[in-house]
């Protein structure tokens, strides 16, 4: 297996995890790139977000959001000017973020895996691949647990935060 930047084409190092046996090659985009699409030199990284299949955030070191892609607006039903700059948290409608403190002060944000696999992503780099991660969303019928399917990657001063999946809980019977 290789990596390769689909911006520029150079050859990238492999993100973590298994790759034996497996060949071929994946695309991402390089740090030079990534920074480059990021911070408005080439004004192509909007639209390479809205081609992506399923939802994805920008989040920066604070869990703060700083774009998001067509998918991830209609998700939560918010526009991207009315998401930015805002925790991670209020855009899901997490039931912490409604709490005295709000996303990142309320008591169980310090366990959010959510918050947490964000933050080691931009920390150590590390990406992270179809985590199962719970949130009690407050402005939902369902009384059940949810668990989103999440993968983080960072790229420059940014980290990629995609909804892989949303998993409803069965109630016990």
Do not use: Y
Not at 38 to 66: A, E
Not at 129 to 134: C, E, K
């Amino acid at each position: 297996m290789k990596a390769v930047c689909a911006w520029c084409k150079a050859e990238m190092p492999l993100p973590k995890g298994d790759w034996k046996g497996q060949e071929g090659i994946t695309h991402g985009i390089c740090p030079g790139c990534a920074e480059r699409q990021l911070f408005g030199i080439g004004g192509g990284f909007h639209h390479f977000l809205d081609s992506l299949p399923l939802p994805v955030f920008v989040l920066d070191g604070s869990t703060r959001i700083r774009s998001a892609n067509r998918r991830a607006c209609e998700l939560v039903g918010k526009s991207l000017a009315e998401m930015e700059g805002i925790p991670c948290g209020d855009a899901l409608v997490c039931g912490n973020a409604r709490l005295p403190g709000g996303c990142d002060n309320a008591p169980d944000c310090s366990g959010c895996l959510i918050r947490r696999s964000i933050l080691n992503t931009f920390e150590t780099g590390q990406t992270l691949h179809r985590v199962p991660a719970p949130i009690r969303k407050c402005a939902s019928t369902d009384p059940h647990p949810q668990t989103l399917l999440i993968s983080t990657e960072k790229i420059g001063h940014a980290v990629l935060f995609r909804l892989d999946e949303l998993q409803s809980e069965e109630a016990p019977r």
